[in-house]
Every structure is written in C-alpha cells, then in structure tokens.
C-alpha cells in the first residue's frame, strides 16, 4: 500500500509480487479490490501494480471532469513514476476505456494490453450510469469506508463518469488501427457489451485476439474468476500453442 504523485492526483495504489510490471485497471466506482481472488494471482509472475483512480477508493477526487483523456494522462504519470517504462495492462469496464486510451496517446508505455468488457464507442453499451441515479449498497458502502472525500462526495463521482460515458470514448477504427500493443479483447458472452461490439474492436485491432466467456454477465470477473485469469495469463505471456488453420493470422 503506498501513494504516488501523479499528473496532479495523489494516488492511492497496491503493489505484489516481482518481476516484469503488470497495471491492474479497475472499473468505474472499483478498488484494487475488486482483483482479489482473480487477476492478482498473476503476482506470482509479475510485479502487478494497482492504482485506484482519482475519486475511487482511497484516492482523493480533484476538480475537473473524468474525461477519457485525462485519467490517461494520470495513468500515463503514474506508470513513468512507479513503474519507469512501458507495461502489461489488464483493463476491465471504464479501467479498458481508459486504458485504450491510453495505448493511442501513449504507445510507448503499454506492450500488450487487456481490454476486458470496454468499449471503443459509448453507443455499444446497452447500460450507462445516469448522473442522478442510485448507486447499489455494494457500490456505496466500500465507497464510504474507504474515500477521504466522505461518502457524500459518491454523487458528485457518478456525475462525473456519467458525464463521461454519455460521450466517450468515441473511437473510428482509424483510431483502433493505431494502436500497437498485442491486444486480448474480452467480454462476457451476456455482458453489457455485445459481443458484436466486441468482435468489430478484435477485427479493427491490428494485433488482437478474442475471447469471450460463457455463461457470463458483465460481471465476469467474479463471476468466472479463475478462467479470466487462464485467458489473461496466457495472452501476457505471449507463449500460446501455434494454431493449425489460422486465417486472419495466416499472413
């Protein structure tokens, strides 16, 4: 547990394991906790980093909205002062948003890349937060133990992600075309993303694959943890079995 500066935000993030760094990028209103029991296990392998963005968890909300672009800026800070050079990032809901947004404004920080139930258009998402909406108990109460802003301060970060989530990210494939990092694009075969949503982000991708989990909602990740964490250790490692009739890969 420790606090780096970045791009103006005192941030809040958790550190295990050794080796290579891998970012762990929560949801909207998420913690670092929200990998328990599923992606952190990867911190048998890797030095796995996980930052709580501006206004969620323990890190303190600043002025100014929650546009895509500068919570990459603070995420781009954040890996130049902890980790030193260009990382693994697996992604999930707004964290993948962020996180591709990262990989077309910085491409020399990211290597391979997780997007896990994120979207490259906010028009795909069949649920959004609404600015004036309730927020579930399992939503508010880690909320209001753990945010120095104090549990009010929740309506003014739905607000914001709202604000953000009626208009962004709005992403063309030109844009999905410049992105270089190895990318494993995930979702839940009943998620909030379409799976159709999630097939045009793998083709327009020049280096991706896809996977999509059965029998699972946008809550993949704590609904089929250990098999998340199968597809993701496999793709970071980069070592998957060679395929016999490939066609897109063929070339």
């Known amino acids: 547990m420790a606090y780096a500066d970045a791009n103006g935000v005192h941030t809040y993030y958790e550190e295990s394991g ?18 328990q029991g599923g992606l952190a296990a990867l911190s048998d392998t890797y030095r796995v980093l996980v930052p709580e963005r501006r206004g969620h968890g323990r890190t303190a909300d600043v002025e100014g909205p929650y546009a895509l672009e500068t919570l990459a800026l603070d995420t781009a800070a954040f890996v130049e002062e902890v980790a030193g050079g260009p990382v693994r990032i697996a992604a999930y809901s707004h964290g993948a948003m962020v996180a591709l947004t ?7 920080l990211v290597s391979r890349l997780v997007l896990i139930s994120g979207v490259f258009h906010h028009s795909a998402l069949l649920s959004k937060p609404g600015p004036e909406g309730e927020l579930p108990e399992m939503v508010a109460g880690p909320y209001a133990a753990l945010s120095p802003d104090g549990p009010d301060h929740i309506r003014v970060v739905l607000r ?12 063309e494939s030109a844009d999905l075309a410049g992105v270089r990092a190895p990318t494993l694009v995930m979702v839940g075969d009943d998620d909030i993303v379409p799976v159709e949503h999630a097939v045009a982000a793998y083709r327009g991708l020049p280096s991706a694959e ?6 699972a909602s946008h809550a993949l ?8 964490a199968s597809h993701v250790r496999r793709f970071l490692a980069g070592d ?12």
């Open 221 to 228: 990740l704590w609904e089929r943890p250990e098999e998340c």
């Open 160 to 171: 914001k992600v709202a604000e953000s989530m009626a208009v962004e990210p709005a992403m």
């Open 102 to 108: 990262l990989a077309v404004l910085r491409p020399d």
């Open 240 to 251: 998957g079995p060679p395929t016999f009739m490939p066609v897109r890969r063929g070339a």
């Open 210 to 215: 896809l996977a999509v989990v059965p029998h």
């Open 18 to 35: 050794a080796g290579e760094p891998l970012l762990l990028m929560h949801g909207g209103f998420g913690t670092a906790d929200d990998f």
